[in-house]
């Protein structure tokens, strides 16, 4: 729902000739429950926890490798950090 949503916009700015770009970076958690009350909670709240967690490590990992930057200034990041460890 939130794609679509995102997507929407997106498609409409487009339209009105303003460049956008996006990316969008979820963390899946979707279990079955199980059936009766309650049951299956617990692993279901883990997995959310686990999902959204690793959907964190993914974006912090990307981010400490320059690649939101453009090409360009992705060239100019990396000189400036091998300038920093000489």
Known sequence: MEGAGAAAAI???G???IPTRFMMIRGI???PRA???N???KERDAWKAYASNAAAAFVMGWIAE???LAA???GDSQRAQKKQSV
Request: hydrophobic residues 25%; proline residues 5%.
């Open 66 to 68: 320059g690649a939101p």
């Open 35 to 37: 059936k009766g009350v």
């Open 11 to 13: 498609d409409q700015a």
């Open 29 to 31: 958690s979707d279990l």
């Open 72 to 74: 360009a200034r992705r």
């Open 39 to 41: 049951k299956g909670r």
């Open 15 to 17: 339209s009105q000739g």
